[in-house]
Nanobody
Framework: QVQLVESGGGLVQAGGSLRLSCAAS????????MGWFRQAPGKEREFVAC????????KYADSVKGRFTISRDNAKNTVYLQMNSLKPEDTAVYYC?????????????????WGQGTQVTVSS
């Protein structure tokens, strides 16, 4: 199992951009599907995006499609989430997660590795 640490969150105005990073320990990272989820206050954790082990396939929630881009660098054991055109409704704690066996899962149960989360706040 990999260990995950997110960074890059912060406060940004609506329309701005942020790039989140998730650093992973362990060589098995390279075989994991990696995902980003987010959780706003009082709401359930929801799927944002995921990327296949080799970066060849990506999947996005409709709410972020066209604004967010997920990528990974297996040489650096890192996955990224570039967030553009941010909206106040994107405000949440963002979590990095790893799925060791599947692809494209949008539910949290398929992911067995989780980071501690990083706060993203978008002001209007």
């Amino acid at each position: 199992q990999v260990q995950l640490v997110e960074s890059g969150g912060g406060l940004v105005q609506a329309g701005g951009s942020l790039r989140l990073s998730c650093a992973a320990s362990g060589s098995s990272f390279r075989s994991y599907t990696m995902g980003w989820f987010r959780q706003a206050p009082g709401k359930e954790r929801e799927f944002v995006a995921c990327i296949s082990w080799n970066g060849g396939s990506t999947k996005y929630a409709d709410s972020v499609k066209g604004r967010f881009t997920i990528s990974r660098d297996n040489a650096k054991n890192t996955v990224y989430l570039q967030m553009n055109s941010l909206k106040p409704e994107d405000t949440a704690v963002y979590y990095c997660a790893g799925d060791p066996v599947g692809w494209g899962a949008v539910g949290i149960r398929e992911y067995d590795a989780w980071g501690q989360g990083t706060q993203v706040t978008v002001s209007s």
